[in-house]
């Protein structure tokens, strides 16, 4: 689209250009003011078309619903690489295999942030552990499965500048 308005934008220089020397305008700045003009118009029209299609990108993710469970700081980090590696991770589309939230709130306590997302019918679990390090960010952030059951179970792990 982008490269549209620009071709539109020198067929009107051109056309500007053709009426000035048609009507044999004295003024020389009225070429450039029409010009100008157009290329505003052009820039407006550009960023209308590109807000619409960030709008039906947005509009394509309606089965997705989301809710912060909180948010707090976590002044008792406990973990360590060891913990981390120990962790069982389940099957990645269902968790099944994988550790429970329970026993691993039961291990390690409340975690800095928790977060759920429903999408097509599938309801996930995101929590982290979150810390402060010599001015360095260390945490632990995993994601779990519902299960029938109402339990959840561990599918994904990811730890940054543990040791």
Same mark, same amino acid.
């Given at each position: 689209?982008?490269?549209?308005?620009?071709?539109? =934008?020198?067929?009107?220089?051109?056309?500007?250009?053709?009426?000035? #020397?048609? *009507?044999?305008?004295?003024?020389?700045? @009225? &070429?450039? *003011?029409?010009?100008?003009?157009?290329?505003?118009?052009?820039?407006?029209?550009?960023?209308?078309?590109?807000?619409?299609?960030?709008?039906? !990108?947005?509009?394509?993710?309606?089965?997705?619903?989301?809710?912060? &469970?909180?948010?707090?700081?976590?002044?008792?980090?406990? %973990?360590?690489?060891?913990?981390?590696?120990?962790?069982? @991770?389940?099957?990645?589309?269902?968790?099944?295999?994988?550790?429970?939230?329970?026993? #691993? #709130?039961?291990?390690?306590?409340?975690?800095?942030?928790?977060?759920?997302?429903? !999408?097509?019918?599938? !309801?996930?679990?995101?929590?982290?552990?979150?810390? =402060? @390090?010599?001015?360095?960010? @260390?945490?632990?952030?995993?994601?779990? #499965?519902?299960?029938?059951?109402?339990? %959840?179970? *561990? =599918?994904?792990?990811?730890?940054?500048?543990?040791?």
């Amino acid at each position: 689209m982008f490269y549209f308005l620009i071709l539109f =934008s020198i067929c009107i220089f051109g056309f500007a250009a053709y009426f000035t #020397i048609k *009507l044999r305008f004295k003024k020389h700045l @009225v &070429l450039p *003011l029409l010009a100008g003009l157009f290329l505003l118009l052009a820039f407006g029209l550009y960023k209308g078309f590109d807000r619409s299609s960030r709008n039906s !990108t947005e509009s394509k993710q309606e089965n997705t619903t989301a809710s912060t &469970l909180k948010y707090a700081e976590n002044s008792n980090f406990s %973990w360590d690489k060891e913990k981390f590696d120990n962790l069982t @991770v389940g099957d990645q589309d269902s968790g099944l295999g994988g550790m429970s939230y329970d026993d #691993i #709130i039961a291990e390690y306590g409340e975690p800095s942030t928790a977060f759920e997302s429903t !999408t097509n019918g599938i !309801t996930t679990r995101f929590i982290s552990y979150q810390t =402060s @390090v010599n001015k360095e960010n @260390v945490s632990v952030s995993l994601r779990f #499965i519902s299960q029938p059951d109402s339990s %959840w179970l *561990l =599918s994904y792990k990811f730890a940054e500048n543990l040791d």
